[in-house]
Structure formats: C-alpha cells, structure tokens
C-alpha cells in the first residue's frame, strides 16, 4: 500500500489537487462541498477527505516535497507614489516560496525522474540542415555552455 502523507488516501490527494490546482475552487464553495459531502457520508457514519478549505490548505503546505523547506521574504513598492495610492503600494506582500535550486537538484538526484531528462546538451539538425530546438539541453546555451566548460574542446 502506498503512503500518501500527509493525504489520508489516494482520493484525498486527487482531490486537493483538483480543486487547488485544476479548478482553482473558491474557498467558500469548496467549503459547501465539503458540507454537502459530510452530509451524504453521515449515514454511514463517515467524513469526507478534508472538513473545510482551511483543512484542505494545511494539508498542502505540509506536503513534503524532497525535503526543500519553506521560505518567506517581505517586499513592498519603493517607488513613487500618486496621490490616492492603490493600497497594494503602501502594503507589505509575503512571498512564500522553496528554492528553486534545491528543488531541482532533488529532481535530478530522484530516481524516478531517470528516463526523462537529457543530461547532455544535444545539437539536432532537421532534413534542411535548421537546428532543432524543443528543450532547454537541445538550445545553444547548453550547447556553449559545455564546450566553454570544457578541459577537452574541439576547434
């Protein structure tokens, strides 16, 4: 059986990622959903996957993902200011986010992920001779950034 933590089961991940990410319900009808839903499971003396919105959020940011923690910095507009300001210039925004560095490095380091990266920069040409761009290690970034890295260059 597989572990679904911190979800309670299979259905509660497919659902909070359903309704967080895929349909992006408002709180207050999932929160009806939720209602509805515990109604029809009373009968059988049972609940459904998260009581409310605010359940259904905790459960998502406790999801641990490779082990790269949480990180919270604080901006706000510096700049000039008209009269009558929109309040977004004169308030503090949170931006929670995880390193993004450390997020692919897990990647790269996951087994699973094994089959589906190009670990090498690659030059593909078409039947015309034109280069063949579809991912980052197939562009000419990738391709100088190896050969200018490199101890053994070709001339």
Not at 60 to 68: A, H, K, L, S
Request: hydrophobic content about 35%.
């Amino acid at each position: 059986m597989m572990d679904w933590t911190p979800y309670g089961s299979r259905i509660a991940f497919e659902l909070a990622d359903f309704i967080y990410r895929h349909n992006q319900m408002s709180a207050s009808n999932f929160n009806t959903l939720c209602k509805l839903w515990g109604a029809t499971l009373l009968p059988h003396d049972d609940i459904p996957p998260f009581s409310n919105h605010s359940e259904l959020c905790q459960t998502i940011d406790e999801t641990p993902v490779g082990g790269v923690a949480w990180e919270t910095i604080s901006l706000s507009y510096s700049g000039p200011q008209p009269d009558n300001a929109p309040l977004w210039m004169e308030s503090t925004h949170k931006i929670w986010f995880r390193d993004p560095q450390l997020l692919f490095k897990g990647m790269l380091e996951n087994p699973e992920f094994q089959d589906f990266f190009d670990y090498v920069p690659l030059q593909q040409y078409d039947a015309h001779g034109g280069c063949q761009y579809e991912n980052v290690m197939l562009g000419n970034w990738a391709w100088k950034q190896a050969v200018s890295n490199s101890e053994f260059c070709c001339s």
